[in-house]
């Protein structure tokens, strides 16, 4: 395992499946998806039975307010090690070139592991590793729980890059002939095709690090923003998976002083991608609130006052179209409930961006008892299906172009949580590699 401790990489030693392994069944997609679609992971359930699988391995957190909790943990530890003990995984030294097929697209990505002495989660940090949205720090302690004491990490966490030019993650894809192929095979459920490639060449290894080493140089780094030559450069900015990033690193800073700083549980596996890559895509996330227990909307009018506009809308169709020819100015918020479709329009908003606004309103609203509970759903179709339910609402953002997210980071710091999603939810990184953290 080789480091460059300037760029805060690590060329990892990953485990796959050993060979005959039913690789569909082994990979499932981020445990934080279709948290408010329990018959989604029944489907997966039924799809995997008792075969290995990295369903073992993980906590969907649709589960994590459900009963029996300490003993999924205790399962999940006790099969990590049945794996790794009766010889269901196989390590390979090096970083994974990986290859996803997924709505007519194709993305791209680089397994390897990052240092989390260079990741700061922290409001207003400047670390080389950083955030892009606020970081909870309530939603830690369960999956603290769920990582401590285990062997084995499994990534769903994406990690971008700013690579116009496409210096480090492209030329790899271009060798690949000459790299051993792990894997080719599709996902369950509809969520596509995915193959990996082990990137074991030196010299590809060596293009890979040269070109990272280049985006985080101090000069070209404030000449690409049009930033002060002294601002500290951002390299890798959080994609997927932010809170499990967290999660490593808070486990990290509790343990390094007795395990000392060479070992593994330093680093964190994940999945980087280029912002540029035209296989990946950014889409708004949708806010749903249950159990209302008033007029939501007419609370929010007395909130903003005559800032506050709501718009009826005669379909779905046209909030949507309305929503997508919006400006930033007034703010443009979808709603949908049991009573129809329309569009909040806010001219007094809270953030620069719809979403920091909404937010802040629904933050207040619920800690004031407003409704049961709010969940954050990828998907129209799902948010509008859940939003017509009998007292919920759904509330629909627009998107937000990739290509401003370093700049805004660098210079605006995090974005409001849960701000964007690379891909709708079954586009999501599905488990495969592991690495040991004991």
């Not at 994590?64 to 090690?81: F, N, P, S, V």
């Amino acid at each position: 395992m080789e480091n460059y401790p300037s760029i805060g990489i690590q060329v990892p030693q990953v485990y796959l499946p050993r060979p005959g392994v039913d690789l569909t069944k082994w990979a499932v997609i981020a445990c934080d998806q279709f948290t408010s679609q329990p018959e989604y992971w029944g489907k997966v359930e039924q799809i995997v039975g008792n075969a290995p699988s990295t369903l073992h391995l993980i906590f969907p957190e649709v589960y994590l307010d459900k009963a029996g909790a300490d003993e999924r943990i205790r399962h999940i530890q006790q099969t990590m090690q049945d794996y790794l003990e009766g010889g269901s995984l196989v390590p390979y030294e090096g970083m994974v070139y990986v290859e996803r097929e997924v709505g007519g697209k194709t993305r791209r990505g680089l397994v390897l592991a990052l240092d989390l002495e260079h990741y700061d989660y922290n409001k207003g940090s400047c670390s080389l590793i950083r955030a892009t949205e606020g970081t909870i720090i309530e939603r830690l302690p369960p999956r603290i729980r769920i990582r401590q004491g285990a062997r084995l990490e499994l990534p769903h966490i994406l990690v971008l890059i700013d690579d116009p030019n496409r210096t480090v993650i492209e030329p790899v894809g271009k060798n690949k002939a000459s790299l051993k192929k792990l894997y080719d095979f599709e996902l369950m459920a509809g969520s596509g095709h995915l193959r990996g490639y082990l990137v074991d060449d030196t010299r590809v290894e060596a293009g890979v690090v040269r070109a990272l080493e280049q985006l985080a140089d101090p000069s070209t780094f404030s000449t690409k923003y049009s930033i002060a030559n002294d601002q500290p450069v951002l390299l890798f900015a959080m994609g997927d998976g932010n809170h499990s990033l967290a999660t490593a690193k808070a486990i990290w800073e509790r343990n390094k002083a007795v395990v000392g700083m060479d070992h593994p549980s330093r680093y964190a596996l994940v999945e980087i991608e280029n912002v540029h890559d035209e296989g990946l895509e950014f889409v708004p996330i949708y806010r749903v609130l249950f159990g209302l227990k008033g007029d939501i909307l007419a609370a929010m009018q007395a909130h903003f006052q005559s800032g506050y506009a709501f718009r009826a809308c005669k379909n779905q169709d046209e909030m949507i179209a309305r929503l997508a020819g919006t400006s930033n100015t007034p703010q443009t918020i979808g709603v949908v409930s049991p009573n129809g479709f329309g569009l909040v329009e806010i001219s007094n908003p809270s953030s620069n961006l719809p979403v920091g606004t909404l937010q802040a309103y629904l933050d207040d609203f619920l800690n004031a008892g407003g409704a049961e509970r709010i969940d954050y759903v990828h998907g129209e179709e799902v948010a509008v299906k859940l939003g017509q339910a009998t007292d919920n609402m759904a509330f629909l953002l627009p998107g937000m172009p990739k290509s401003d997210l370093f700049k805004t980071v660098i210079l605006d710091g995090a974005l409001p949580r849960k701000t964007f999603s690379m891909g709708e939810a079954y586009e999501k990184r599905f488990y495969m590699e592991c690495r040991l953290i004991d």
